[in-house]
């Protein structure tokens, strides 16, 4: 059974429906992963056993509170519980998702910026030129890619004394 992947859950919660993001890379009888979702991203390790995924999160909002889900994948479906501290199970229910609606839900999951924040996609640039350049005007020219994508930037720079 192929369990790695990513996949789209939906927690059935008392204060409703939570939707998350979760990536999985299965190997033997552990996994490593990410949750993106409304609790922030956080990364997770966990165990297998058979088609069943079992791993615990510490959740730092709403509140602080320690997180242990279980998860059982049949072909692309996945279902199980998430139990969070004294709150009880939340049913979870989820899909195997296709790489274009993997993409999808990692913009969606990105949230507001902040200082913490990590492109899920635009995270890995590799610059192709840096270089001082005097025309048309003094300045720093910096070009280059983003990897695994088609994505190219630029940048100008004025010299340091303009800023």
Request: aromatic content about 8%; cysteine-free.
């Amino acid at each position: 059974m192929n369990l790695s992947g990513s996949w789209k859950v939906t927690l059935s919660t008392p204060v409703g429906a939570q939707v998350i993001r979760l990536r999985v890379e299965a190997q033997g009888e552990s996994f490593t992963g990410r949750i993106d979702g409304p609790m922030g991203a956080n990364d997770v390790q966990g165990k297998v056993s058979g088609n069943t995924l079992n791993w615990i999160m510490d959740v730092k909002k709403p509140i602080p509170v320690k997180v242990t889900f279980s998860a059982t994948v049949e072909g692309d479906r996945m279902s199980g519980f998430a139990k969070a501290g004294l709150f009880g199970k939340a049913p979870l229910k989820g899909e195997r998702l296709t790489e274009e609606a993997d993409r999808g839900m990692q913009a969606a999951a990105a949230g507001p910026v902040t200082a913490d924040s990590m492109d899920p996609l635009f995270n890995q640039p590799r610059i192709e030129i840096d270089e001082e350049r005097r025309e048309p005007a003094p300045h720093r020219y910096v070009h280059g890619v983003f990897a695994g994508t088609d994505a190219r930037f630029s940048f100008y720079f004025p010299p340091q004394d303009r800023y």
